[in-house]
């Protein structure tokens, strides 16, 4: 079945430090693929998305690219900051289907 | 727009004791809803998938007679974990489907802590 692998965290950076979480999926078809941030003690919000190969989501300096040839999703930002301190959920989902989770990776950010 | 919310926020409750859980869509009509369950440091688990006006949908291993869901209107889901354990204790998250949103995208809840003792 359709399943996502994203890195094991904890990942432990100083601010302004490059991220990057590996992500990779497997699935049948074309899944849409999200990144979904957790901050402590608060519920999933979306973060980016990307529903076709090539295509590039983005959103408060996170980046991720779709890419079919090798299978992921990874996302990056270039300079993180204390507040990006929080668990970073890698999915995927086929139409009219629920999402498929990764386990998560938690990112601590310190200044 | 596309908010969801949950209540209780957190609810602690006894052993054997039923909790109801609400889920709404409070700006748009959301004609599936899911709902997950997370355990601490691990991701979120569905468990099953809830379509106004009819059955859930279960996954494997999720008992149905212990998660009772009813969508009963296209803005509110219920989860009832009936005769609560402590291992029931968990993050519980309901999501919902905009149908006028982007394709696939679901907005989530903030979750429901619920502690069984």
């Known amino acids: 079945g359709d399943s996502v692998t994203q890195m094991e965290g904890p990942v432990t950076l100083s601010e302004e430090a490059f991220l990057t979480i590996n992500c990779t999926y497997t699935?049948?078809?074309?899944?849409?693929l999200f990144w979904y941030v957790q901050y402590p003690g608060e519920g999933l919000q979306l973060l980016l998305k990307a529903t076709k190969a090539d295509d590039k989501g983005s959103n408060k300096g996170f980046e991720a690219t779709y890419r079919k040839e090798t299978t992921s999703f990874h996302l990056e930002k270039g300079s993180v900051q204390v507040s990006d301190s929080a668990v970073y959920f890698c999915?995927?989902?086929?139409?009219?289907?629920?999402?498929?989770f990764g386990k998560g990776t938690t990112l601590s950010v310190s200044s | 727009g596309a908010v969801v919310s949950q209540h209780p926020s957190r609810v602690i409750c006894k052993s054997g004791t039923s909790v109801k859980i609400e889920c709404r869509s409070l700006d748009f009509q959301a004609t599936t809803m899911f709902w997950y369950r997370q355990f601490p440091k691990k991701s979120l688990m569905l468990m099953a998938t809830?379509?106004?006006?009819?059955?859930?949908?279960?996954e494997q291993g999720v008992e149905k007679d212990k998660f009772l869901i009813n969508h009963a209107s296209l803005t509110l889901s219920t989860l009832t974990v009936t005769s609560a354990h402590p291992e029931d204790s968990s993050f519980y998250i309901c999501?919902?489907?905009?149908?006028?949103?982007?394709?696939?995208?679901?907005?989530f809840g903030p979750g429901t802590r619920l502690t069984v003792l």
């Open positions: 999915a995927l989902t086929g139409a009219g289907t629920a999402l498929i």
């Open positions: 809830s379509n106004e006006g009819s059955k859930a949908t279960y």
């Open positions: 999501s919902a489907t905009n149908p006028t949103g982007g394709p696939n995208e679901q907005f």
């Open positions: 699935a049948t078809g074309y899944p849409s």
